[in-house]
């Protein structure tokens, strides 16, 4: 980059970057977690009370612009949006899934968390259950945990043969072009915490024993395994960032951060979308005309 | 009822009744919803600004009440809950729905919209596509329409021979009550409103272009069966209200009163049910000192 154009950028002057091109894992390149800050907060607000204001003002335009999306799918509109939530232990997966909600109509949201596959599942093809809950036109639809799963824990846990685990990656990739070739958005999210910032979060837990439910002991054995964790993600985000579905790292030690990035990433694509409300295909002025004379 | 208990209930002395039993429909008596007025506050703050003023207060209370019943339920409790809303187009069964979401921790809940049966739903019993849908333990799930509309529109449209529907009330009863036996809370909640608030709020999307896709002029051809309606509702009300799950008559002129109502009722259930943190099944001291000394 040039020195001038290094100092436009630098004072703001042209067109702000995209936070989706900020965030957006490059394609084709090797990645290495260890270089991602899971503490910093890359474009956006520079302390949390600016944060969580900027995240409440987003509010309004995603209500609407959510409301567009699915009154528009009843004029035949295929389109919709699935955000998918990935992340290590205490990452936050099920925070943000609360405050995606709180952003839209949940009616229009179609949430899911993926737990270890059951029986049924297992006698399955592993994206045999995530078909099953994909978002129908005009919703958004929320996955906490994902098919990821079937390349990160089915990694490390060596839950599957080598040779197959490979052929998953490719599969993935088809599948997620077989849905945005269809109309769905597909926002792919690593919540990204350090090691030591997990360990906070589970000694607040043990802190608190309205929390021990939520604790397991058999969670620090998985830290023992984090550096697998980590190599199991660098493959998938490196094997999985397509054009039509890549992935994005989010900083998610600040849980406000984690919450206006994917708030802002969601306000970009349903702006890009810009989803209209349908005509009337009926005669407006008749029908209230009847309403206003009716016996 | 004496004057002198008459009097002691006036003055606010003694224990205030439960909302529920306010609002519940006598069991064994012939329901008249002409004498419901759907603009009354029974029970309720005496208007808008403290309506929604209490509401909001209930909101912590109730976020920590689900977040208890979930946690119980990983400790091996069935206990659950489900929220069935009825009600004609208009009520706001879906403002309830966003409503009630907004109070709770979205991941708990499991939400269902019930629309016209699918080809493959008319190829089972009614109650099919409703024992898909229900809540797991720990849950609390919400219909939106649901088992009912099988003796509501169907009733109206004739869409089943009379013996057929006869029977239904019987096969809803006998469902619903196995519901309760399995640990299902099954809170029904009729959303009243007046034929001429619908038609004020019909009116209402008619004036606004960007609420002409919630409308169809169909809306205004069921309008004319609103007696048949009625009609099908008082006999749903009246042989679906059992003590194991009976109907309440919510009067939903007013938004603010409904939702207070709605949430006081959850309240008043949860509060029943009590749940509570299971108590840590491990070490605590022993894992604290794990992650405190972990290398």
């Known amino acids: 980059m040039g020195k001038a154009k290094s100092d436009k950028v630098k004072r ?33 607000p520079h302390d949390k009370a ?14 609407d612009l959510q409301e567009r999306l699915w009154a528009s799918s009843t004029g035949g509109d295929r389109r919709r ?24 109509n949940p ?7 993926f737990k270890a596959p059951t029986r049924e599942e297992l006698n399955h093809p592993f994206l045999w259950r995530i078909a099953k809950a994909l978002p129908e036109p005009g919703e958004i639809g929320i996955f906490d945990r994902s098919h990821y799963e079937d390349v990160l824990i089915a990694r490390v846990r060596e839950l599957v ?14 599948f997620e072009q077989s849905l945005t070739e269809d109309g769905t958005t597909v926002l792919k999210c690593f919540l990204h915490i350090s ?12 802190a608190n024993p309205d929390k021990h439910w939520k604790f397991n002991p058999g969670d620090i054995t998985e830290r023992s395994l984090w ?32 919450n206006w990035a994917i708030s802002t990433l969601l306000l970009e694509h349903l702006t890009s979308l810009d989803p ?16 206003l004379t009716e016996g």
């Open 12 to 44: 703001g002057e042209g067109r702000a970057p995209l936070l989706r091109d900020v965030l957006r894992v490059p394609e084709g390149e090797r990645v290495d977690l260890s270089t991602y800050d899971a503490g910093a907060t890359p474009g956006g």
């Open 50 to 63: 600016a944060g969580l204001a900027a995240t409440a003002l987003m509010g309004e335009r995603l209500g």
């Open 81 to 104: 949006v699935l955000l998918v939530l990935q992340g290590m232990d205490t990452s936050g997966k099920g925070g943000t899934v609360k405050h995606v909600i709180g952003l839209f």
């Open 107 to 113: 009616s229009g949201c179609r949430i899911r968390a």
């Open 161 to 174: 043969p080598r040779s197959q685990l490979g052929r998953r990656y490719g599969q993935i990739n088809r």
């Open 195 to 206: 090691y030591e910032q997990q360990r906070r979060r589970l000694l607040q837990r043990l």
């Open 227 to 258: 550096p697998a964790y980590q190599e199991s993600y660098e493959l998938a985000l490196e094997r999985c960032t397509t054009p039509h579905a890549p992935w994005h790292v989010i900083p998610s030690n600040r849980k406000w951060y984690r």
């Open 276 to 291: 209209q409300y349908p005509k009337a295909d009926f005669d407006v002025e008749e029908s209230r005309h009847q309403l």
